[in-house]
């Protein structure tokens, strides 16, 4: 599975939309791109994911560049519990593979 | 749905001693993982099932670590002897083949003194 690069910490001030970047210059071309994130001392929770199309959900919306290097999770109106580690992912969605490998991820703190 | 159960939530054990964590996945979930995490390592798998049938237990660190999945249900995380080094927050997680995404469980903080 590619490898991903994230910046170790963001902030937010509370109400504004967070924007999360992530780089993936060796995606291949079946390759998805997830995002989980981690509050303090809770297991991680999924959040979005896509394959070359925006997605966009109840929690977040995830754009996707067209040449599929680089993605930007959105949180569009942040509040104080979204403060956690986001992490990006990038994976083959295939049966049989079917595990998740995490790096270091993005800390991200909401400000009042 | 209650999601993925973990038990217990804490545990504290003297070194040497044996360690049981369990797990009780998402009814009707196909996939059951185990990740480890520590400050220094981060979130790593451990191992995970299919269909309760051990696929890939390559993260597991030594012969010290074992799991099963008896059935669909349950799972355990065993290790014996423990050592302090293996203190870490334990998580489960299960997924189905085409869910979006995974489900953990809030963990099981291990302390090993």
């Known amino acids: 599975d590619a490898k991903t690069t994230q910046p170790t910490s963001m902030d937010c001030a509370e109400g504004r939309a967070a924007n999360l970047p992530c780089n993936h210059s060796?995606?291949?071309?079946?390759?998805?791109v997830y995002w989980y994130r981690q509050i303090h001392s809770q297991g991680p929770q999924y959040i979005i994911h896509?394959?070359?199309n925006n997605e966009t959900n109840e929690m977040a919306s995830l754009i996707i560049t067209e040449d599929r290097k680089s993605s930007t999770l959105i949180l569009p109106h942040a509040t104080l519990r979204d403060t956690a580690v986001y992490y990006c992912?990038?994976?083959?969605?295939?049966?049989?593979?079917?595990?998740?490998?995490f790096g270091t991820g993005t800390r991200l703190t909401v400000i009042p | 749905d209650a999601g993925v159960i973990q038990s217990p939530r804490h545990e504290v054990t003297e070194m040497g001693q044996e360690v049981t964590l369990r797990c009780k996945p998402i009814?009707?979930?196909?996939?059951l993982f185990w990740y480890r995490q520590t400050m220094m390592r981060g979130l790593e798998l451990l191992i995970y099932?299919?269909?309760?049938?051990?696929?890939?237990d390559s993260g597991m660190p030594e012969d010290r670590f074992s799991a099963k999945m008896p059935n669909a249900s349950f799972s355990t995380l065993k290790i014996q002897p423990s050592e302090p080094r293996d203190s870490a927050v334990y998580f489960c997680?299960?997924?189905?083949?085409?869910?979006?995404?995974?489900?953990f469980g809030s963990g099981t903080r291990l302390t090993v003194v």
């Open positions: 992912i990038v994976r083959v969605a295939r049966t049989g593979a079917n595990n998740l490998f």
């Open positions: 099932f299919n269909n309760n049938v051990p696929i890939d």
């Open positions: 896509g394959l070359k």
């Open positions: 997680a299960s997924s189905l083949v085409s869910a979006n995404g995974y489900t």
């Open positions: 009814s009707g979930h196909d996939y």
């Open positions: 060796t995606i291949s071309g079946n390759e998805y």
